[in-house]
């Protein structure tokens, strides 16, 4: 039972236009919530988060906005470079629990 | 410096053959994981230890047993393997007390033939 899901596998972006990815969660207790980049053959990397108390919060190129009410929450990433090409995780926890829920990823491509 | 590693980095053994992926964390974290990456690209948590204690641990064989000697190492060793078990498997540790940002490693990937 996948409780963060994220469709749309796969995004191909020109270099300095924006990517965005989407990400859903059926778990209402989650209130935290992450998204980590991953390139082939390593680890993912932790990227950015955003705790429920908040909407919105931006870190240099990328920005996670989060909306509670419709259990959804998606990465912006302007403008967009080819580094930038990798694999996106979303993962959300529920407070006091180290539990981390994943989607399944979004291929992102960028093209030079 | 590697904040969270593992070895063997590839991993390639025999159906019924029993192995051992090691990790290491040198960010002081209290909490460490272990994940398991299927053909579908899930990331699905195995388990956790905090400070040596098993914390978590979620429907796995019981072929497969974490061991953490102290809180910077968590080991998985993996009995009579099956064909099934080939995947990638990532280690991550987390420091706890607040919202879980959790750090990982670069990920052994395992082959059963």
Known sequence: ?????QNSPSLSVQEG???I??????NSMFDYFLWYKKYPAEGPTFLISISSIKDKNED???????NKSAKHLSLHI???????????FCAASALGNNRLAFGKG??????P | DTAVSQTPKYLVTQMGNDKSIKCEQNLGHDTMYWYKQD?????????SYNNKELIINETVPNRF????????????????LELGDSAVYFCASSQRGGPETQYFGPGTRLLVL
């Open chain 1, 1 to 5: 039972d996948q409780q963060v899901k």
């Open chain 1, 17 to 19: 236009r924006i990517s």
């Open chain 1, 21 to 26: 990815l989407n990400c859903d969660y059926t």
């Open chain 1, 60 to 66: 240099g190129r990328f920005t996670v906005f989060l």
């Open chain 1, 78 to 88: 302007v403008p967009s470079q080819p580094g930038d090409s990798a694999v996106y």
């Open chain 1, 106 to 111: 979004n291929q992102v491509v960028v093209i």
């Open chain 2, 39 to 47: 053909s579908k690209k899930f990331l699905k948590i195995m388990f």
């Open chain 2, 65 to 80: 047993s974490p061991k953490s000697p102290d809180k910077a190492h968590l080991n998985l060793h993996i009995n009579s």
